[in-house]
């Protein structure tokens, strides 16, 4: 079999010995650091040719980066002596321990790492899927349409702009709100926020879960005059004639809202053959994970995390970079015969854009309570070295380090 530096070819049935689903954020820092431990005869399989980095795609919609800055080829972050298998999994069959391919192959595993990431149901909102890209519905939720989303908040100077939270778990739990700022800062810097009316549609009761930064936040909505509105939301999108349908959820009430601008998160969930396969839990078919150890509880060689995993958290890039150190410390643990005592917390992570310039991080774990990584920095209210950090550290931190399995 070839493996120098990384193979593609197509497999008719293999085993190896970790087989990795996802060749993401997730995928790709677990196959770094297993090699940085010095574990062999590994596969990721993944049938994209191109690796996203998605927390910039609100940078991308705010017009704050070039979408290619969020863009590398997946064959140059594959590690060095990791196989790619360039196809998608199509089923898993934990008792067989096999990885059904699409194309039609099989592929054996003595360890199981389950990183697909989530699925975008943009057909659960109905007129969604027939309105993304034009009739002035945007996402910044699929890079084909966040460019767009700049063009449509530069192009504005009047009218309605609504933006959507879904009533689903999402990823980055703060992205349909970052964008609603990103426009206000900008139209309020163009001298036409007055002009224009922002509404907000979210399905809880508060702008965000941990108290301390949903007061932050009340502030900024109450700064660009956004109306919230809460336990709600779009349930029909009508591109034509350039309306939505908002449902309040305590009420049941319908409002025929028109809108010049929308910005609309879809429904996720977990990809349909994962919601089909014996490892999914909870409504949304999302894979089963002790929450401190990331091991499937019925069949302990399975490893979920990011997107993918069933955890009481929100889903970030950022809760998966400590998640991967635990995977890899209980998976090499086991293959000594042995336990790790590395517990994942539940950290996650939200760098909340507030303005073109400045920035709330929010770190908390699975209990909300602050996790901050830097002690001495009042990241409670807004920064304008948090939104560098945003703009310029971080991303460097993920292609160099998170992808290399060295952070
Ligand atoms: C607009 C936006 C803003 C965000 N902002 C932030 C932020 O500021 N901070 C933050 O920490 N996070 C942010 N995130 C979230 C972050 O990007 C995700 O949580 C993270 O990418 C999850 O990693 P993952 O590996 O689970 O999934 P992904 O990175 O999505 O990777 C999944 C991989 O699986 C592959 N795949 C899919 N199906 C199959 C299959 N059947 N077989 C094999 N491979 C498959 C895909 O091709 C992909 O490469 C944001 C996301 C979005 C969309």
Redesign the pocket.
Known sequence: MDLSPHSTEPTGSAHHRVVI?????????VAARLRRAGVGDIA?????G?????????LV?GGQAPLETSRRS?ESLIPDGVRWIR????AVDPDARTVS??GGGLVGYDYLVM?????LDWDKIPGLAEAIGHDGVT????PEY?PYTWELIKGMRSGTAVFSHPATP???G??PQ??AYLAADYWRKQGVLDKIRMVFVLPDPKLFKVPVWTKALEKVVERYGIEVRYESEVTAVDGARRELTITDKKTGTEETLGYDLAHL?PPQSA?D??KKSPLADGPYGFVKADKHTLRNPDHPEIFA?????NLPTS???????KQSPVVVAHMVAAMKGAEAGKKYDGY????L?TARDKMLLAEFDYDLKPAKSFPGVNTFKERRDMWVF?RYV?PAVYWRGMMTGRV
């Open positions: 689903v996802g060749g993401g954020t997730a995928g790709i820092s990721v399989l993944d049938p994209s191109t690796h996203w980095y998605q927390p910039l795609w609100t919609g997946e196809e998608a999994a199509a391919l699409a990183a697909p990431g989530l699925q996402s910044n939720y699929s966040a999402l990823k980055c703060g992205a970052k964008i998160v990809p053959w994962v995390l990011g997107d993918v995993a889903k970030t890039g950022a809760a998966v970079r996650t992570s939200c760098p854009v945003k971080l």
